[in-house]
């Protein structure tokens, strides 16, 4: 019923950018805070920014801060994960997620999950 499906992975190049897209569907959309997550080979789960159900207040990790900028569309059920600079260590999976709850950077609060669009950032 409830699905959330991410769009704009591939391979890009150290030092370039890029944009990704999740789009929600069978939830109250703008009742969730929407967040990124992403996982590389071997490694855990990592939170990587989320944005409030009002648009507001995005908040970022460290290792991205200031190169990702996230944005949403409650009119269109969607969110936008912009991330600029990237880096080899920035390759993993890229998950979008929908959360109900404050704390953002727990992947546990989040109820939905999309399946994930790999991102591979060439040296």
């Known amino acids: 019923q409830v699905r959330l499906v991410e769009s704009g992975g591939g391979l890009v190049q150290a030092g370039g950018s890029l944009r990704l897209s999740c789009a929600a569907s069978?939830?109250?959309?703008?009742?969730?805070?929407m967040g990124w997550f992403r996982q590389a080979p071997g490694k855990e789960r990592e939170f990587v920014g989320a944005?409030?159900?009002?648009?507001?207040?995005?908040f970022y990790a460290d290792s991205v801060r200031g190169r990702l900028t996230i944005s949403r569309d409650n009119a269109k059920n969607t969110v936008d994960f912009q991330m600029n600079s990237l880096k080899p260590e920035d390759t993993a999976i890229y998950y979008c997620?929908?959360?109900?709850?404050?704390?953002?950077?727990?992947?546990?609060?989040?109820?939905?999950w999309g399946q994930g669009t790999q991102v591979t950032v060439s040296s």
């Open positions: 997620a929908a959360s109900q709850f404050s704390a953002v950077t727990l992947s546990a609060n989040y109820a939905f």
């Open positions: 944005i409030s159900w009002s648009g507001n207040t995005p």
């Open positions: 069978g939830l109250t959309f703008s009742s969730y805070t």
